[in-house]
């Protein structure tokens, strides 16, 4: 099953856009990480935050959390052609599961 | 690019076989853990090993089993496969007992089933 579930499935921007995905969850958790993906092939891991850190940048890279409401979201700001790609959320339940929970994905085109 | 490599990078079957996928951790790592993703789908947790021990598992039949060897590789096994196996397999690496902190994935074996 999946924990968490990706908001826009899909996202058309334009390069030099800001695009944001938001993701939902439903359990506690001890981490909240966002993973992207290139033509189905392998995932890479982009940038990690723990249930007590709010917001965490890397780059053009922004992530936040909110663990009230169970929600977390990435910026991609100045995006550019090459961010185009599936972005996935993934959450370490707080449950002693030693498994990452990933959700359906946004898929996001930057349009040149 | 991460240090995971996995092979062989697409295979063929037919209903009823069975298939081995390995997988190559990152140097250092001594976790790897076994996702399995459907076209369109997230990826879906099949189960961990850590140091050569499961150490964790998913959702998925008995007919899905693994092995990790002492240089921390791992192998996954399907017995009598189905149509629904069909799917991009993936392995992940990382160096921690919990397995949940960063994971390097590798680039994935395409898994078709006729």
């Known amino acids: 099953s999946q924990q968490g579930e990706e908001d826009p499935q899909a996202l058309s921007i334009q390069e030099g856009e800001n695009a944001t995905m938001n993701c939902s969850y439903k359990t506690s958790i001890n981490n909240l990480q966002w993973y992207r993906q290139n033509s189905g092939r392998g995932l890479v891991h982009l940038i990690l935050?723990?249930?007590?850190?709010r917001e965490k940048h890397s780059g053009r890279l922004r992530v936040t959390l909110d663990t009230s409401k169970k929600s977390s979201s990435l910026l991609i700001t100045a995006s550019r052609a090459a961010d185009t790609a599936s972005y996935f959320c993934a959450t370490d339940q707080n449950t002693g599961r030693r498994a990452l929970t990933f959700g359906s994905g946004t898929r996001l085109q930057v349009q040149p | 690019e991460t240090g995971v490599t996995q092979s062989p990078t697409h295979l063929i079957k037919t209903r009823g076989q069975q298939v081995t996928l390995r997988c190559s951790s990152q140097?250092?790592?001594?976790?790897v853990s076994w996702y399995q993703q459907a076209l369109g789908q997230g990826p879906q947790f099949i189960f961990q090993?850590?140091?050569?021990?499961?150490?964790g598992r998913g959702n998925f039949p008995p007919r899905f089993s693994g092995l990790q060897f002492p240089n921390y590789s791992s192998e996954l096994n399907v017995n009598a496969l189905e149509l629904d196996d069909s799917a991009l397999y993936l392995c992940?690496?990382?160096?921690?007992?919990?397995?949940?902190?960063?994971?390097?994935f590798g680039p994935g074996t395409r898994l078709t089933v006729l």
């Open positions: 935050i723990r249930s007590n850190e």
């Open positions: 140097s250092g790592h001594n976790t």
């Open positions: 090993y850590y140091r050569e021990e499961e150490n």
């Open positions: 992940a690496s990382s160096f921690s007992a919990r397995g949940t902190d960063t994971q390097y």
